[in-house]
T-cell receptor, first 110, second 114 residues
Framework: QKEVEQDPGPLSVPEGAIVSLNCTYS??????FMWYRQYSRKGPELLMYTYSSGNKEDGRFTAQVDKSSKYISLFIRDSQPSDSATYLC??????????FGEGTQLTVNP | ETGVTQTPRHLVMGMTNKKSLKCEQHLGHNAMYWYKQSAKKPLELMFVYSLEERVENNSVPSRFSPECPNSSHLFLHLHTLQPEDSALYLC?????????????FGDGTRLSIL
């Protein structure tokens, strides 16, 4: 079983839609959770960084962690074509080591 | 300007060539990482350095040889690579190994092996 499972998509939505991106993980020791966004031909950039269970909001983005079910979500409100990218979930293991999901490719159509 | 800079951005080499990838971070971080990113696969951690010492080598073949001369620079020396080594190689840095701080990535070197 993979430590982090993420539906690779591709996911295609119309502009203005609410997008839900999800990951599951198997290691109950994970405490910190990252979401990275990767545009084509670029490296991953940190989008959200959350600790333990709960929600964190930043503009149009909301990260949600449910440790009881080992489920991580990223919601994008009022999605824009500029949100088209691959989204990577990455729990932090020991120290600053990351375990990445496969990434979900998102396209927002104008 | 990105905090982590990688050169070259693209590299095409034959299987018998020797080349090096370079990474430089301007963030004052003490930990640096090399990753391999292949299509349809999660990022694979290759090497971890902390304060210029290698602390992790994830079963990477010896045809990949990392070097960290100081905390701002990281190299990946390549020799006699195989076609399956074609991938995007990403460098990252973090404050250190134990502070639960996120990693910051460069834009990678796209490597193609002929």
């Amino acid at each position: 079983q993979k430590e982090v499972e993420q539906d690779p998509g591709p996911l295609s939505v119309p502009e203005g839609a609410i997008v839900s991106l999800n990951c599951t993980y198997s290691n109950s020791a994970f405490q910190y959770f990252m979401w990275y966004r990767q545009y084509s031909r670029k490296g991953p950039e940190l989008l959200m960084y959350t600790y333990s269970s709960g929600n964190k909001e930043d503009g149009r983005f909301t990260a949600q962690v449910d440790k009881s079910s080992k489920y991580i979500s990223l919601f994008i409100r009022d999605s824009q074509p500029s949100d088209s990218a691959t989204y990577l979930c990455a729990p932090l293991t020991s120290g600053s080591r990351l375990t990445f999901g496969e990434g979900t490719q998102l396209t927002v159509n104008p | 300007e990105t905090g982590v800079t990688q050169t070259p951005r693209h590299l095409v080499m034959g299987m018998t060539n020797k080349k090096s990838l370079k990474c430089e971070q301007h963030l004052g971080h003490n930990a640096m990482y090399w990753y391999k990113q292949s299509a349809k696969k999660p990022l694979e951690l290759m090497f971890v350095y902390s304060l210029e010492e290698r602390v992790e080598n994830n079963s990477v073949p010896s045809r990949f040889s990392p070097e960290c001369p100081n905390s701002s620079h990281l190299f990946l020396h390549l020799h006699t690579l195989q076609p399956e080594d074609s991938a995007l190689y990403l460098c990252a840095s973090s404050q250190d190994l134990n502070s639960n701080q996120p990693q910051h990535f460069g834009d990678g070197t796209r490597l193609s092996i002929l």
